[in-house]
Nanobody, 111 residues
């Protein structure tokens, strides 16, 4: 069974950048769409980025223009490049594909 493991979170100052990775333990070639979610303290989990098998992407308004989702089928990895980070981006970030979820990686943006 494919498992997902996120990495790349950490503490960054406002305006900084991070790249999150979501590595799958098996092939992701057959997975049709990937998603990045985030959950801030006391808030509901929020869908922020989507990428389909065809490479189409979609973003929440809150991250549009600052975050980029991409996938590397050869490396079985999906990425979330984040720039111009804001304190309100502080959250645990999760990748998802169908019924598969990663364990989450914490991103903290200081002001």
């Amino acid at each position: 069974q494919v498992q997902l493991v996120e990495s790349g979170g950490g503490l960054v100052q406002a305006g900084g950048s991070l790249r999150l990775s979501c590595a799958a333990s098996g092939s992701i070639f057959s997975i049709r769409a990937w998603f990045w979610y985030r959950q801030a303290p006391g808030k509901l989990r929020e869908l922020i980025a989507t990428i389909t098998s065809g490479g189409s992407t979609n973003y929440a308004d809150s991250v549009k223009g600052r975050f980029t989702i991409s996938r590397d089928n050869a490396k079985n990895t999906v990425y979330l490049q984040m720039i111009s980070l804001k304190p309100e981006d502080t959250a645990v970030y999760y990748c998802n594909a169908g019924l598969l979820w990663g364990q989450g990686t914490l991103v903290t943006v200081s002001s």
